[in-house]
C-alpha cells in the first residue's frame, strides 16, 4: 500500500524572493523567506522557504500543516500564511531549512482547487460522518500526499540541503499525513507530529486502524505532542503505545493546557512555541545533527 499513490512527480521550481515585491534583492540568511513555486500533476503549489543564517549544506524540515481553514475560520483566525510566518523564523534560528509548503486549496496554493477542510465537510453534510472518514483516507493517501511527497522531492533537491539529513513536522490533519509519509519514507531522520488526528481520530475507526497500521513501517524516531486540552489526544498516546510494542524509538509529551478552549490547545504548535522548542530541537538536534545517514 505504501507504494500505492507514487508516480512521477513532474516538479518545477521557480524560487522568488519575497522581498521581490517590495523591489529588494532576495538576503541569503535572513530570515525573510523565498517563496518556491512546486508542479505536481496539474497543480502550481507554493511554498516559503526560510534559510539559517550561514553556509550549507543544513538539515531541513518539511512541515505538514492542517486541513485548512473554513471560510468562517479564515473570518475569525486570518490567513493560513500567519502558520508559516510563526513557526518558519524559529527552525531557522536553531540552523534548520524549514519548507512550509501550501498544498491544495490552503494559503498561497488557494487557487489550486477546494482544500481538505472544506471537502471532507462537503462531503459530511452531504452523505453524513461514514463518508466523511472514508474521503478524508482518500485524500491523505491520494492528493494531499501526492503534494507533500512533491514538497519533500523539492526540499531534498534544494542546493544547500543535505539530503541526509531530512525531517517532517506535522500538525493535525498534516500529523496524519506526516506518519503515512514516514511509513513510506525509510531515510528520514525525525518525524515530529503536533496535534496529531485532531477531532478526527475519536469519530473514524478507518483513520485509526489506517495510522496504527503506518507505526509498524516507520523507522524514524517519532516525538508525539498534545496540549492537555487538544480536542484529544488518543492519536499519541495510541501511537506511543503501539511504537512502544514494536521496540520504536519514540516520545511521547502531553504539556499543560494552553489557552482556555480545546481549539487553543489544538493551536499548541502556534502559541506556546516557548514550551515546546527546547525540547524539539533537543530532539531534532539529537537526530539530524550527525552525515550518518540512517541505513
Known amino acids: 500500500m505504501a507504494g500505492r499513490w507514487r508516480g512521477t512527480l513532474t516538479l518545477a521550481i521557480l524560487v ?4 521581490e515585491a517590495k523591489g529588494q534583492a532576495p538576503k541569503h540568511g535572513a530570515l525573510n523567506p523565498d517563496t518556491v513555486v512546486i508542479q505536481t ?3 502550481t503549489l507554493r511554498g516559503l522557504v526560510w534559510r539559517p543564517a550561514g553556509h550549507g549544506p543544513f538539515p531541513a524540515i518539511l512541515l505538514n500543516h492542517g486541513s ?6 479564515l473570518a475569525r483566525l486570518g490567513r493560513y500564511e500567519g502558520q508559516a510566518d510563526t513557526l518558519g523564523p524559529v527552525f531557522a534560528r536553531h540552523g534548520y531549512i524549514f519548507l512550509f509548503l501550501f498544498r491544495h486549496g490552503v494559503g498561497l496554493s488557494a487557487s489550486q482547487g477546494t482544500n481538505a477542510i472544506d471537502t471532507m465537510d462537503i462531503e459530511l453534510a452531504a452523505r453524513g460522518q461514514e463518508a466523511r472518514n472514508k474521503l478524508q483516507l482518500q485524500l491523505l493517501e491520494g492528493r494531499e500526499m501526492s503534494d507533500a511527497l512533491a514538497g519533500l522531492t523539492f526540499l531534498k533537491a534544494m542546493p544547500d540541503v543535505d539530503p541526509r539529513r531530512i525531517g517532517l513536522v506535522g500538525h493535525s490533519f498534516g500529523g496524519s499525513l506526516t ?3 514516514a511509513e513510506r519514507e525509510p531515510r528520514l531522520r525525525a518525524v515530529v507530529i503536533f496535534s496529531g ?10 483513520l485509526r486502524e489506517r495510522l496504527l497500521a503506518a507505526a509498524a513501517h516507520v523507522t524514524a524516531p517519532v516525538f508525539l505532542i498534545h496540549a492537555a486540552n487538544d480536542y484529544s489526544t488518543s492519536m499519541g498516546t495510541a501511537v506511543d503505545a503501539r511504537l512502544q510494542q514494536l521496540g520504536k524509538v519514540h516520545r511521547l509529551k502531553i504539556y499543560p493546557p494552553i489557552g482556555h478552549t480545546a481549539e487553543d490547545g489544538h493551536a499548541f504548535p502556534l502559541i506556546g512555541v516557548s514550551r515546546w522548542a527546547p525540547d524539539v530541537f533537543a530532539f531534532l538536534d539529537q ?6 545517514a540512517r541505513r
Not at 522568488?16 to 522581498?19: D, E, V
Not at 485548512?68 to 475560520?73: F, H, I, K, L, Q
Open 16 to 19: 522568488l524572493a519575497s522581498a
Open 41 to 43: 500533476g496539474s497543480a
Open 68 to 73: 485548512g481553514r473554513t471560510p468562517e475560520e
Open 179 to 181: 506518519l503515512l509519509m
Open 197 to 206: 488526528g485532531g477531532y478526527s481520530w475519536d469519530r473514524s475507526s478507518e
Open 287 to 292: 537526530y539530524m545533527r550527525t552525515n550518518t
